[in-house]
């Protein structure tokens, strides 16, 4: 796909790794770009259960590259906003995507790389790993990754982290609803493991259908008319138990 990603399909799972080791996998133009056609890619993919995504090297990724921040800053404005989207429209598109994803992060984990874990579904850490969003000591805003942040973290730990642009932990991540799981680098395969076989108990339409009907309702108050977004969901999954012979099959099948 890109010297900067590279892709791995194994039966149903994607792994899709960061490659720029040598910059610590910081994001620049065409990574963005790369790794937005491959959620494109993603969205009418069927046969893709779960994706994973990781990175190469001693580091997961230090952010966006500065070097395409400088490039970006003497451009003119209209075109300089249209590249900061880029990043924006990514994130969102991945948040989104109707498979299950997983991020296993490792090393240095700056800026816009907390911005990949809060658009996952799981996140797992490695425990000795170092986290920072790292903007305002550069002179910028996290603006980019700033909605999805509070989305998953809340409003008051995600504006502590960002003001104070402080270091945090594997520990401090998992306390905050960050990460999902945290580990020793040598573990890390197998909890993996473990929660992509978990995860795969049940069937992967299943998960996307609730995916969407999730994001369908977060915003909005629990009223009539989430009331009736719920009946009618749960009235369509109904569909698939009355294809099979009986309810203890069905229970058998999905144990």
């Not at 999902?180 to 909890?191: L, P």
């Not at 969407?212 to 989430?226: G, H, P, S």
Request: net charge negative.
């Amino acid at each position: 796909m890109s010297v900067y990603i590279d892709t791995e399909k194994n039966g149903t799972i994607l792994t899709v790794r960061l490659n720029r080791p040598q910059k610590k996998n910081a994001l620049n133009g065409e990574m963005i770009s790369r790794l937005m056609e491959l959620s494109e890619e993603l969205q009418n993919d069927t046969s893709t259960d779960i994706v994973i995504l990781k990175g190469r090297g001693d580091s997961f990724c230090s952010g966006a590259d500065l070097e395409w921040f400088l490039e970006a800053s003497e451009l003119p404005e209209s075109e300089r906003i249209d590249q900061m989207k880029v990043l924006s429209k990514f994130l969102r598109a991945w948040h989104k995507l109707p498979q299950t994803t997983i991020t296993v992060g490792h090393g240095y984990l700056y800026g816009a790389a907390i911005g990949l874990l809060a658009v996952s579904d799981f996140v797992i850490l490695e425990q000795n790993c170092h986290l920072r969003i790292s903007e305002v000591l550069l002179g910028l805003l996290p603006a980019t990754i700033a909605p999805f942040l509070v989305k998953r973290m809340g409003f008051k730990r995600s504006k502590s982290l960002m003001l104070s642009a402080e270091s945090f932990t594997a520990q401090i991540a998992l306390a905050y609803g960050l990460a999902d799981k945290i580990t020793s680098v040598d573990n890390i395969i197998d909890v993996e493991n473990s929660l992509i076989k978990n995860i795969q108990r049940s069937e992967g339409n299943t998960r996307a259908e609730l995916k969407e009907f999730l994001f369908d309702i977060v915003y909005k108050q629990i009223d009539e008319e989430v009331t009736e977004m719920s009946a009618k969901a749960i009235s369509k999954s109904l569909d698939k138990i009355a294809t099979v012979n009986t309810l203890k099959e069905f229970q058998q099948r999905h144990k």
